[in-house]
């Protein structure tokens, strides 16, 4: 079993939508989660960044991590073409410069 | 300012060959890591350097990886005696030592046939 879990997809929703992307995750130890979204062949780009459990909301993005379910989403309102990418959560156990376990990534369409 | 940049942006290779490639970091990033993303995954920890040395080298898979840093700024990532396996994109993301977020290249497509 994968450390952390990611819903492959892929998703595909009009234009306007409110898109959910989840990922679960087996080790206790992840403190710090993170959503980064990926372009085809491009590298990933950092997103939202969380420290524990609560919400973090930027624009149109929001993040939630629950840790007594080990259970993080991110929530996408108004959703846009241009937001048509790869969605990759990713954590940490600590702080600062730490490898980072990624999920397998959900690939979303935005159709216009 | 620039990016991180790595070099090739592709390479074939046959079977048993020897390839290098190259991470150009941030100015200033003190912090170096190496991951490999397969097609419809998402990318796995390899290495990572604080400055010249391999702070944790945890995800390399074989001895026939292996990383340098010598002067705490450009990587290569070398691997020997390559397999059809390790056909992937190899990415390279640096950071500053304190900071959370870590930023990535476009990475090196490999292709061993």
């Known amino acids: 079993q994968k450390e952390v879990e990611q819903d492959p997809g892929p998703l595909s929703v009009p234009e306007g939508a409110i898109v959910s992307l989840n990922c679960t995750y087996s080790?206790?130890?992840?403190?710090?989660f993170m959503w980064y979204r990926q372009y085809s062949r491009k590298g990933p780009e950092l997103l939202m960044y969380?420290?524990?459990?609560g919400n973090k909301e930027d624009g149109r993005f929001t993040a939630q991590v629950d840790k007594s379910s080990k259970y993080i989403s991110l929530f996408i309102r108004d959703s846009q073409p241009s937001d048509s990418a790869t969605y990759l959560c990713?954590?940490?156990?600590?702080?600062?410069?730490?490898?980072?376990?990624f999920g397998q990534g959900t690939r979303l369409t935005i159709n216009p | 300012g620039a990016g991180v940049s790595q070099t090739p942006s592709n390479k074939v290779t046959e079977k048993g060959k020897y390839v290098e490639l190259r991470c150009d970091p941030i100015?200033?990033?003190?912090?170096l890591y190496w991951y490999r993303q397969s097609l419809g995954q998402g990318p796995e920890f390899l290495i990572y350097?604080?400055?010249?040395?391999?702070?944790?080298d945890s995800g390399l898979p074989n001895d026939r990886f292996f990383a340098v840093r010598p002067e705490g700024s450009v990587s290569t990532l070398k691997i020997q005696r390559t397999e059809r396996g390790d056909s992937a994109v190899y990415l390279c993301?640096?950071?500053?030592?304190?900071?959370?977020?870590?930023?990535f290249g476009p990475g090196t497509r490999l292709t061993v046939l």
């Open positions: 350097f604080q400055g010249t040395g391999a702070a944790d």
């Open positions: 080790n206790s130890a992840f403190q710090y």
């Open positions: 969380t420290y524990s459990s």
């Open positions: 990713a954590m940490s156990e600590g702080q600062g410069a730490q490898k980072l376990v």
């Open positions: 100015s200033g990033h003190t912090a």
């Open positions: 993301a640096s950071s500053s030592l304190l900071a959370d977020e870590q930023f």
